[in-house]
């Protein structure tokens, strides 16, 4: 029972980070219908620049502000060069676009940093134990901000009446603009919250897991399945598209074998897509996805 229960608890603070990734996948598709591919190089991005300020003698505070606004800013500038002058923009184009977008981080990311993989220090070192379970004081951080990331997003797009604003876009561009809604400041607006989303998410994992130039691949690619299974348009069901993925790979690890572990995303994501193209938890998706 311990076992398990440590597995279960690891599942949880992993699958944490892919529902942050899987926000960040939401928060713009639910806006402009683009599939960002970028998303992971945000956090690796933003934990390498963390690690770089750290070294460079910046308190912890500072240099994980100095990630996520130097994500943020990226993220701004890729919308404003690569999204933003398309007039006719189709999912297809939108991966073709952000796929380019993140292979140009991946280089520019080796290039800088080069090919090691480090760690940003944890923001409470240590290990407390309950019940038997080893829980790192990391992970609970992890938790913690991703609650409170996600409630905030949620409450941001389905309670407020900007974030209503900003879904219309998607969901009704010719009304919008009726109204008023400018289609461009509102995918600007998009890209920023996916940023910062995406550099927390960065700067939390990178204690637990380490940061490279590729490590943006995995978590960006576990990130769309879990945003998948709410149906790319669910920020609850991204969230808890991201706790089962989580919770799935380290039990398949743990029981079965380690080197499935990643397969898992996978497997799950083609039998979301033939059995329920519309998400599990998603709703009303299935047309646009």
């Known amino acids: 029972m311990t076992d398990l229960l440590q597995l279960l608890f690891a599942g949880l603070s992993q699958g944490a980070i892919y529902a942050l990734i899987a926000i960040g996948f939401v928060a713009i598709f639910a806006v402009s219908g683009v599939i960002n ?11 390498l620049v963390a690690i770089s300020a750290r ?47 993140s292979t140009a981080l991946k280089a520019l990311m080796l290039l800088v940093y080069g090919p090691n993989a480090e760690g940003l220090e944890a923001i409470t070192p240590g290990i407390v134990t309950v019940a038997g379970v080893s ?17 905030a997003v949620y409450w941001f797009y389905d309670r407020t ?38 550099a927390l998410a960065g ?17 960006g690619l576990k990130g769309f399945v879990a945003a998948t299974l709410g149906g790319l348009v669910s920020i609850r069901g991204a969230v808890l598209g991201g706790f089962v993925l989580g919770v799935l790979e380290t039990l398949t690890a743990g ?15 083609i039998v979301v897509l033939v059995v329920r193209p519309g998400g599990i938890f998603g709703r009303h998706a299935e047309a646009r996805v």
């Open 37 to 47: 591919l970028a998303q992971g190089e945000f956090a690796a991005l933003a934990g």
């Open 55 to 101: 070294a460079s003698g910046l308190p912890l505070p500072v240099a994980v502000v100095v990630a996520v606004a130097t994500v943020a800013v990226v993220a701004v500038v890729m919308e404003r060069l690569t999204i933003a002058p398309v007039k006719a923009m189709t999912t297809l184009v939108s991966l073709i676009l952000t796929l380019g977008v």
């Open 135 to 151: 829980i790192r004081y990391q992970d609970l951080w992890i938790l913690l901000v991703a609650a409170v990331v996600s409630a």
């Open 161 to 198: 009446v900007t974030g209503k604003a900003l879904r219309a876009c998607a969901e009704q561009p010719v009304a919008a603009r009726l109204v008023g809604i400018s289609l461009g400041r509102a995918s600007l607006i998009s890209f920023l919250i996916a940023g910062i989303v995406g």
């Open 203 to 219: 700067v939390l994992s990178s204690p637990v897991y380490f940061t490279s130039w590729e490590s943006g691949l995995a978590l």
């Open 255 to 269: 029981y079965v074998s380690t080197g499935l572990r990643d397969a898992v995303a996978f497997l799950l994501l």
